[in-house]
């Protein structure tokens, strides 16, 4: 059963930043897709960033130009690196890892504060 365990998260000043990472408890290079979502309170889950095995990405509009994702295969590691937070960025962040259809897996998230 793979784990996926995300850290980094934390309260910062908006403005500051913040680098989220996800460990995998075996080698990222199975799973086809990786993923950040995101759930603030009261909001429904939603995809802030997504990297594909062939290295595409795509990024949520509302995150372009300040998020970034990226993965250390060697270290099994995905990273949402943030910058230039806002309050709205608040939420818990989930990692996610996508083998194929009915086979992906969840962290359970870290919680990210952006304070005004």
């Known amino acids: 059963q793979v784990q996926l365990v995300e850290s980094g998260g934390g309260s910062v000043r908006a403005g500051g930043s913040l680098r989220l990472s996800c460990a995998a408890s075996?080698?990222?290079?199975?799973?086809?897709?990786m993923s950040w979502y995101r759930q603030a309170r009261g909001k429904e889950r939603e995809l802030v960033a997504r990297?594909?095995?062939?290295?595409?990405?795509h990024l949520a509009d509302s995150v372009k130009g300040r998020f970034t994702i990226s993965r250390d295969n060697a270290k099994n590691t995905l990273y949402l690196q943030m910058s230039s937070l806002e309050p709205e960025d608040t939420a818990v962040y989930y990692c996610?890892?996508?083998?194929?259809?009915?086979?992906?897996?969840w962290g359970k998230g870290t919680l990210v504060t952006v304070s005004s």
């Open positions: 996610r890892a996508w083998v194929s259809y009915g086979v992906d897996y």
């Open positions: 075996g080698s990222i290079l199975s799973f086809n897709v």
């Open positions: 990297l594909t095995s062939g290295g595409s990405t």
